[in-house]
């Protein structure tokens, strides 16, 4: 059973900076590719972030994110790392790392099958 867990969410003050990391198991291969989302209350959910299950390509949203936040994985401890800095308080969300079994990465959370429960972040101060 595939399961993902983020941590690290939290209360920072703008400006600040966080780590979240997603901690993956149960997946049939090692190749996995990986996506960070985030929502927030009334609103659709928002990619922020992939990597690819190799660590060979990486992508970001375009806009504030760009330049800001950055993923990385450390495959031989399953564990994938959304480096934030520089938050904001749009920042302010619920982010989620998501999974699926691919070579690729994507921006589309159609094409992911497994999903975390979330960690809150919360920017404010």
């Known amino acids: 059973q595939v399961q993902l867990e983020e941590s690290g969410g939290g209360l920072v003050q703008p400006g600040g900076s966080l780590r979240l990391s997603c901690a993956a198991s149960g997946f049939a291969s090692e190749y996995y590719a990986i996506g960070w989302f985030r929502q927030t209350p009334g609103k659709e959910r928002e990619w922020v972030s992939c990597?690819?299950?190799?660590?060979?390509?990486?992508?970001y949203a375009s806009g504030s994110i760009r330049g800001r936040f950055t993923v990385s994985r450390d495959n031989a401890k399953m564990t994938m790392t959304l480096e934030m800095k520089n938050l904001k308080p749009e920042d302010t969300a619920v982010y989620y790392c998501?999974?699926?079994?691919?070579?690729?990465?994507?921006?589309?959370?159609?094409?992911?099958?497994?999903w975390g429960q979330g960690t809150q972040v919360t920017v404010s101060s």
């Open positions: 998501a999974g699926e079994l691919d070579f690729g990465y994507y921006s589309d959370a159609a094409e992911y099958d497994y």
């Open positions: 990597i690819s299950s190799r660590n060979d390509g990486t992508s």
